[in-house]
């Protein structure tokens, strides 16, 4: 957990002596401490500690509508940020854990969107949904999910695209198998195998509805090979007709594959690290995701590093053999801060995913970029030459 590490207490007499003058200017988490003891905490963050804090805390005006806590407060404690990442992590976690009842209205928080194929259905089919039910092991249950998207239309829209390659139903209706029944607009086009009227077996739709569970597990890939492969056998046969038409199926995929966010994969494949910048000097905050949950952090400082027989390169490699570190609380609202912080616009910070192993020379070259210096310091005090990796990092 990041622990609010700074405290002070509070006494309005003094405001102006010995507190406010103690203050950073800086982005932070902040909890003003009620005098009563009943009474609830008041938590804050900002840009700028001081400033905030004058206006909460600074004389009181009678004339003036604007909240004052002068009265209130007893003390404060607060943990400078550095990215807007590390802030919103930190408010989550101590608003969950102080307001349990609140904490996501405080946030306005929404589990995040991810497609589900619901294999708990006799005749599943893939759809938009916020709730990702868990096993005693934290482990997603009940089907297979896909995500996290930005928002539920942009997974809607994927899933339009992902569906138009198999013929999986998309109707919310219960399926009787009833041969008199008409059937819909989808199964008239031959886009969906159409159960409802019988228009196929159970076997023959579940082998439909496991080709679309393994393309999500493989993000594509396993569509692709089958489809590359009935090319080169068309090919072979001299075909050349069904090879062009398998040919423009994976220019088809390929295309929708394009405009998925490197983000989304399934769920229980989700892992990556994020890097932040940090308020100490020289150091990284490294952020990992292990199933779609986020992991305790831990700090980088590349000037101790320096000092020691072990390169980050090592250090690294450590922290990933060894894992993450805990990895509990509610998966729906990790992937939510996870999805909110990567498709802001700006965003702070890198991310790297795991696929067979980490990129690790690319992490390293992504903490060089994020110690240099800012562009306004970097142009009142220009550096000649390729930017260095950090001190101790190879």
């Given at each position: 957990?990041?622990?609010?590490?700074?405290?002070?207490e509070?006494?309005?007499?003094?405001?102006?002596e010995?507190?406010?003058?103690?203050l950073?200017s800086?982005a932070?988490?902040c909890?003003?401490?009620?005098?009563?003891?009943?009474?609830?905490?008041f938590?804050?963050?900002t840009?700028?500690l001081?400033?905030r804090?004058?206006?909460?805390l600074?004389?009181s005006?009678?004339a003036?509508?604007?909240?004052?806590?002068s009265?209130?407060?007893r003390?404060?404690?607060?943990?400078r940020?550095s990215s807007?990442?590390?802030?919103?992590?930190t408010?989550?976690?101590?608003?969950?854990?102080?307001?349990?009842?609140?904490?996501r209205?405080?946030m306005?928080?929404?589990?995040?969107?991810?497609?589900?194929v619901?294999?708990r259905?006799?005749?599943?089919?893939?759809y938009?949904?916020?709730?990702?039910?868990v096993?005693e092991?934290?482990v997603?249950?009940?089907?297979?999910?896909?995500?996290p998207?930005?928002?539920?239309r942009?997974?809607e829209?994927?899933?339009?695209?992902?569906l138009?390659?198999?013929?999986?139903?998309?109707?919310?209706?219960k399926?009787?198998?009833?041969?008199t029944?008409?059937?819909?607009l989808?199964?008239?086009?031959k886009m969906?195998l159409?159960?409802?009227?019988?228009?196929?077996?159970?076997?023959?739709?579940d082998?439909?509805?496991?080709?679309?569970?393994?393309?999500?597990?493989?993000?594509?890939?396993?569509?692709?090979?089958?489809?590359?492969v009935?090319?080169?056998?068309a090919?072979e046969?001299?075909?050349f007709?069904?090879?062009?038409?398998?040919?423009?199926?994976?220019?088809?995929?390929?295309?929708?594959?394009?405009?998925?966010?490197?983000?989304?994969?399934?769920?229980?494949?989700?892992d990556?690290?994020?890097?932040?910048?940090?308020?100490?000097?020289?150091?990284i905050?490294?952020?990992?995701?292990?199933g779609?949950?986020?992991?305790?952090p831990?700090?980088?400082?590349?000037a101790?590093i320096?000092?020691?027989?072990?390169?980050?390169?090592?250090?690294?490699?450590?922290?990933?053999?060894?894992?993450?570190?805990?990895t509990?609380?509610?998966?729906?609202?990790?992937?939510?801060?996870?999805?909110r912080?990567y498709?802001?616009?700006?965003?702070?910070?890198?991310?790297?995913?795991?696929?067979?192993?980490w990129?690790?020379?690319r992490?390293?070259?992504?903490?060089?970029?994020?110690?240099?210096?800012?562009?306004?310091?970097?142009?009142?005090?220009?550096?000649p030459?390729?930017?260095?990796?950090?001190?101790?990092?190879s």
């Amino acid at each position: 957990m990041l622990e609010l590490d700074c405290e002070l207490e509070f006494d309005a007499a003094r405001t102006e002596e010995h507190f406010f003058p103690a203050l950073p200017s800086q982005a932070a988490v902040c909890l003003i401490e009620a005098r009563e003891e009943k009474a609830d905490p008041f938590l804050i963050r900002t840009q700028n500690l001081r400033r905030r804090l004058e206006r909460l805390l600074g004389p009181s005006d009678p004339a003036s509508k604007r909240l004052n806590l002068s009265d209130f407060a007893r003390g404060i404690r607060y943990r400078r940020t550095s990215s807007a990442f590390e802030q919103t992590l930190t408010y989550y976690q101590h608003a969950k854990q102080l307001f349990p009842e609140r904490y996501r209205e405080l946030m306005r928080l929404q589990p995040a969107a991810v497609l589900k194929v619901n294999l708990r259905n006799a005749y599943p089919r893939c759809y938009v949904t916020r709730r990702i039910p868990v096993d005693e092991a934290g482990v997603p249950t009940g089907g297979a999910y896909y995500g996290p998207f930005a928002s539920p239309r942009s997974a809607e829209t994927f899933a339009e695209r992902i569906l138009d390659l198999f013929k999986v139903r998309r109707c919310q209706i219960k399926i009787r198998r009833d041969p008199t029944f008409p059937g819909c607009l989808y199964s008239e086009l031959k886009m969906c195998l159409a159960p409802c009227f019988a228009g196929c077996t159970k076997e023959e739709y579940d082998v439909e509805v496991q080709r679309l569970v393994q393309f999500f597990e493989t993000s594509g890939g396993s569509v692709r090979s089958t489809i590359e492969v009935e090319r080169e056998i068309a090919s072979e046969q001299l075909d050349f007709e069904r090879a062009a038409t398998l040919h423009k199926k994976v220019e088809k995929l390929d295309e929708v594959l394009r405009g998925r966010p490197e983000l989304t994969r399934r769920i229980q494949d989700l892992d990556a690290v994020i890097l932040q910048r940090a308020v100490e000097e020289q150091t990284i905050g490294v952020y990992g995701v292990r199933g779609g949950r986020l992991a305790d952090p831990f700090f980088l400082r590349f000037a101790e590093i320096a000092s020691q027989p072990r390169s980050a390169e090592q250090i690294f490699r450590e922290h990933f053999v060894a894992g993450p570190g805990a990895t509990e609380g509610d998966l729906g609202e990790h992937l939510w801060l996870l999805a909110r912080w990567y498709y802001s616009n700006p965003r702070e910070g890198e991310i790297f995913l795991r696929e067979k192993d980490w990129p690790y020379r690319r992490i390293l070259r992504a903490c060089s970029r994020l110690l240099a210096p800012k562009t306004s310091e970097a142009d009142t005090h220009p550096t000649p030459g390729p930017a260095q990796p950090p001190e101790g990092a190879s």
